[in-house]
């Protein structure tokens, strides 16, 4: 079984410029979560999407966005990047309900530089 | 984030000897994960507890919530070198918010 897929593994961008990370939850996972790891520190949690519809939202600019699709894979968009921006993005997805807690699971993120 | 405190925040043990991390929450917790990531990489999920009082083993690996849900340990037993890595809890506050508040992680070091 495939786990979750994040792609691309690595990106280098200009400040300035905008980049699309992209993810695919596990087959019949409903839900998408996107975090940010800043070196050194745990993840920060962005954004949470469940059956395309956002249902969760971090403390994050609104350069930050998020999308899923009917298919249950989601991107985050990030406009105008900044140095500080440079990080792990990791996707995770989970069943959730909506009623309960089920575990969430993490792809192996995309590292993001921004020079 | 400071409502949830791991400790310690790096460990060194030799390899075959016991450990523990705990992970401190400053209100009571829905929900607890231990997640462990190798350097750079995505977080492996180990377990997940909700109940007050909930133990789950895998392999050499235990967790424990505690009756008042608001602190969790992860004790290893005999440590081997694959167990290196950085941990991490990952707290849940609300129900099926699928929104997860994280420790600093606790990087662990095994030598031989």
């Known amino acids: 079984d495939a786990g979750v897929t994040q792609s691309p593994t690595h990106l280098i961008k200009t400040r300035g410029q905008h980049v699309t990370l992209r993810c695919s939850p596990i087959?019949?996972?409903?839900?998408v979560s996107w975090y940010q790891q800043v070196l050194g520190q745990g993840p920060q949690f962005i954004f949470q999407y469940y059956e395309k519809e956002e249902r969760g939202r971090g403390n994050f600019p609104d350069r930050f966005s998020a999308r899923q699709f009917p298919n249950y894979s989601s991107e985050l968009n990030v406009n105008a990047l900044l140095l500080g921006d440079s990080a792990l993005y990791l996707c995770a997805s989970s069943l959730a309900s909506g009623h309960r807690n089920t575990e969430a699971f993490f792809g192996q993120g995309t590292r993001l530089t921004v020079v | 984030s400071q409502e949830l405190e791991q400790s310690p925040q790096s460990l060194i043990v030799q390899e075959g000897k016991n450990l523990t991390i705990n992970c401190t929450s400053s209100?009571?917790?829905?929900?607890l994960y231990w997640y462990k990531q190798k350097y750079g990489e995505g977080l492996i999920f180990l377990m997940m507890l909700q109940k007050g009082g909930e133990e789950k083993s895998h392999e050499k690996i235990t967790a424990k919530l505690d009756e008042k849900k608001q602190q969790s340990s992860l004790h290893i037993t005999a440590s081997q070198p694959s167990h290196a890595g950085i941990y991490l809890c990952g707290a849940e506050y609300l129900q099926g918010a699928q929104k997860l508040v994280f420790g600093q992680g606790t990087r662990l070091t095994i030598n031989p």
């Open positions: 209100k009571t917790l829905y929900g």
């Open positions: 087959s019949g996972h409903k839900s």
